[in-house]
């Protein structure tokens, strides 16, 4: 028997799995479009949000490394008065801001929009040198509206508005 004969197990192929058919990323195989679509970038926004959340932890740990503290020290300095907790809301909103543009500049969807099957753009706008002028409106859009606010609207009016606003729909994989 070769060395590699036991582990073969191990590196299964979705097909081995049982994961094709399912849907089981980005749902079930039927087209998404308007409130379907509009669901699915909603909990798009949700995965992002959560990694977003994760990443704020990590930090806040090397920070409190950083400072030879703890981090239930770290976290009574920050919520301690109002004004801090606002400076901690505007700084998580700007890496959002940073963390949308980036994924979707390098990569063409977020994590969130990715575990989705959903995408800014067709392929061949990507390419094209406005695709990141695009992002970067939409995403600031989005951001200065509060996060849920377009979406939100977006789920109510069963369409893309943040799209149709600045230029670059979500296309859906399936």
Known sequence: MPFWGPTKDVFKTPKDLGFVGTGFQGGPSRKRKGYRLALWSLLASFVDFLILIAISCAFLIVFSLLMNSSASTVLKMLFHSESKLILLA???????????????????????????????????????????LRVLARTTLIVLTGVVVLPALSLILGGDLPGKISGLRLFSLK
């Open 90 to 132: 505007e700084i998580f909103a700007v890496s959002s801001w940073v963390y949308l543009i980036a994924m979707r500049a390098f990569m063409g969807s977020s994590i969130g929009e990715w575990a989705c099957n959903i995408r800014l753009g067709k392929p061949h706008e990507r390419l094209e040198s406005r695709y990141i």
